[in-house]
């Protein structure tokens, strides 16, 4: 969820104002926020033509996000020592979202990667929607008919797809049921509220070479709000009756 992360971490921050000691106040600020307001002031500073009033704030599970006039997000590294393996692991999702981009029925991210005031940055267009599961269940619910068939569809495509630029990534031990996966989709599925139209997959970082089910248990494990939607077997089902339609 976007709204609270923003309002957490600037009240965090003020509260740390009240700590004596300066180094403890930098170990707390640091470990605790990621150097958050640090990493704010870079981004400010080096996109000035941008309008950062009201931005919104995402906290992923090794990234903060900043997303500023719903058309633009910038990604940094919470713990950044090693600028080098930060740089890497963006230019992976870049690479896999650059070949997957003409593939896929949906939007993902076009990403750059550029240094900014010291931090390496992942910068996007925003693509417009919301996290499923940030939505009612009872909405999900209404249309996880759709919502399951276009996730089928999403996921045939790219397990199928040649992407001989990503042929490298493949096991050297090739098998006909290895392909490329996300690995970690249910949390990052976005919806259009109103329609519930998929609009875009994000958050690349974890995908690789595997097998179906490495997909398929990806989209449910993680989220117990998923597990209870169903979707999972829905989406299986049109996977499978895709495949066996092009048979």
């Known amino acids: 969820m976007l709204a609270p992360w923003k309002q957490f971490f600037e009240t965090l921050w003020f509260l740390s104002c009240f700590i004596p000691v300066r180094k403890w106040r930098r170990a707390f600020r640091d470990k605790k926020l990621f150097g958050y307001r ?50 890497e692991k963006f230019m992976y999702e870049k690479r896999i979202t650059d070949a997957i981009a003409p593939v896929v029925p949906v939007a993902v991210p076009r990403i750059d990667v550029c240094n900014v005031g010291g931090y390496v940055v992942y910068a996007t267009e925003f693509i417009p929607g919301r996290i499923m599961l940030d939505l009612p269940m009872e909405k999900i619910m209404a249309h996880r008919q ?39 989709m249910c949390s990052n599925i976005l919806v259009n509220p109103d329609t ?52």
């Open 38 to 87: 640090d990493k704010l002031v870079a981004l400010r500073n080096h996109y000035h033509d941008l309008n950062w009033k009201n931005f919104r704030l995402a906290k992923g599970g090794g990234s903060l996000a900043f997303i500023v006039d719903n058309k633009y997000v910038f990604k940094v590294r919470k713990f950044q020592n090693d600028a080098a393996a930060a740089t």
């Open 146 to 184: 759709e919502i399951a068939k276009t996730l089928g569809r999403i996921i045939y495509a790219l397990f199928n797809a040649e992407l001989p630029g990503l042929s490298d990534l493949r096991p050297q031990k090739q098998t006909t049921d290895i392909g490329l996966v996300h690995g970690d």
């Open 196 to 247: 519930m139209e998929i609009t875009g997959i994000i958050d690349w970082e974890w995908a690789h070479f595997g097998s179906l089910w490495d997909e398929f248990h990806g989209i449910y494990r993680v989220r117990k709000k998923m597990r209870l939607t169903d979707i999972a077997p829905i989406t299986m089902w049109e996977y499978y009756k895709l495949r066996d339609s092009k048979k």
